[in-house]
């Protein structure tokens, strides 16, 4: 591997470490805001505080072990696919990569700590279950990817 190439696989891993950091930072500060009772309610958004002892939507509920397994699996797949193919990847999918591993990284680590995951967005104006940030970024990430997916950018 030449030395231009080994400068930017190094250089995309940086950036997609540093991304996933900030992504992380994000959702401890959105959890530690819905953890000390900062409640609002309007009409379209109300922070509620919800033990999730499932996965999204609370499916799989109390297969904690499970759940896990799903989330490493998961992890093994997309450091595989950002370490190995870099270089094929465009910076979208990269940022699609880095927002579900922030969300799986954050949502295992309240499963493995706590054995449950914190949940407190509610949508007010339609029957939704109640999710968190990380849930968030697992989904956009995923819109991102199957995007990049149907344009065949990945």
């Excluded at 922070?47 to 297969?63: P, Q, R, T, Y």
Aim: charged share 10%; with cysteine.
């Amino acid at each position: 591997m030449s030395k231009k190439n080994d400068y930017n696989k190094h250089l995309f891993i940086y950036n997609f470490v540093f991304l996933l950091g900030l992504i992380v930072i994000v959702n401890f500060v959105c959890k530690f805001l819905a953890n000390h009772n900062l409640l609002f309610n309007n009409p379209v958004l109300r922070l509620s505080f919800v033990h999730n002892s499932g996965a999204a939507f609370n499916l799989f509920d109390s297969k904690i072990p499970f759940v896990i397994a799903v989330g490493v699996l998961a992890l093994i797949y997309i450091i595989y696919r950002v370490y190995f193919s870099q270089n094929a990847l465009n910076k979208a999918s990269a940022v699609g990569f880095a927002m579900m591993t922030s969300g799986i990284v954050y949502n295992m680590y309240e499963r493995i700590s706590l054995g449950f995951v914190v949940d407190y967005f509610d949508l007010n104006f339609v029957n939704f279950p109640v999710f968190n940030m990380a849930d968030v970024l697992i989904t956009c990430g995923a819109f991102v990817l199957i995007s990049q997916i149907l344009v065949k950018k990945l």
